[in-house]
Each structure stands twice: as structure tokens, then as C-alpha cells.
């Protein structure tokens, strides 16, 4: 059974940085893409950046304005987040989502693997 386990969440400073983890179980090589996304209480599930598994493209959105990337580890079937410069808007849960077959990437529809999500507060 696959699973995506996520940690590195926690509670920073306006304008720190934080580094989320992503692992997954199995055997996720022939996965399409893997996928961040956060969701703010009251708010709808958006989605924060992606990346294809061979790497050759990465996807965001506007919202963070390169303050956060992605990045992979494939032998350790592990994707990061890198946040940086963090607002206190940018306070959720993020969640890491798996998507095995093509689809537009920024919709969580295509991801049919998800993680249990890990809490962003950017607070002083």
C-alpha cells in the first residue's frame, strides 16, 4: 500500500524558512508527478507547486512568487518544499499529494495518493 508521510512543519518567525519532507512508500518510479498543496482553516485546498518525476518541469503558482521551490530525491523517493521568507498567510496545513497518471497539475483531482499533511504557522 503506498503512502506519502510528511514532516519538517512547525511554527517560524515571519520571514524564516522552513523545509517540508515528502516520503513515499512503494515503488514510485513510474509516478507522473508529485505535488504540494495547503489549505488555511476556512479556506479551500490550493496548490502550491509540482514537479514531474523526471524533473524536466517544475510547476507553481504565483501566490508564493518564487519565496518557495521544490525539489526531489528520487533514489529516496522523497520530495522537499523550500519555503523561505514566510508570511503569515502562508500559515496551513500543507499537504504532499502523488499523482500516477498525467493531468493538469494543479488540480488536486490528478493526485490520487495523499499525505496526512503537516501544520505551517508563521507567527512572532
Known amino acids: 500500500q503506498v503512502r506519502l508521510v510528511e514532516s519538517g512543519g512547525g511554527l517560524v518567525q515571519p520571514g524564516g524558512s522552513l523545509r517540508l519532507s515528502c516520503t513515499a512508500s512503494?515503488?514510485?518510479?513510474?509516478?507522473?508527478?508529485m505535488g504540494w498543496f495547503r489549505q488555511a482553516p476556512g479556506k479551500e485546498r490550493e496548490f502550491v507547486t509540482a514537479?514531474?518525476?523526471?524533473?524536466?518541469?517544475?510547476f507553481s503558482t504565483t501566490l508564493t512568487n518564487d519565496r518557495f521551490s521544490i525539489s526531489t530525491d528520487v533514489p529516496k523517493n522523497t520530495v522537499y518544499l523550500h519555503m523561505s521568507s514566510l508570511k503569515p498567510e502562508d500559515s496551513a496545513v500543507y499537504y504532499c499529494?502523488?499523482?500516477?497518471?498525467?493531468?493538469?497539475?494543479?488540480?488536486?483531482?490528478?493526485?490520487?495518493?495523499w499525505g496526512q499533511g503537516t501544520q505551517v504557522t508563521v507567527s512572532s
Open positions: 499529494a502523488g499523482a500516477i497518471m498525467p493531468g493538469i497539475v494543479t488540480d488536486a483531482t490528478t493526485y490520487l495518493y
Open positions: 514537479t514531474m518525476w523526471s524533473r524536466v518541469s517544475t
Open positions: 512503494g515503488n514510485t518510479s513510474t509516478w507522473y508527478a
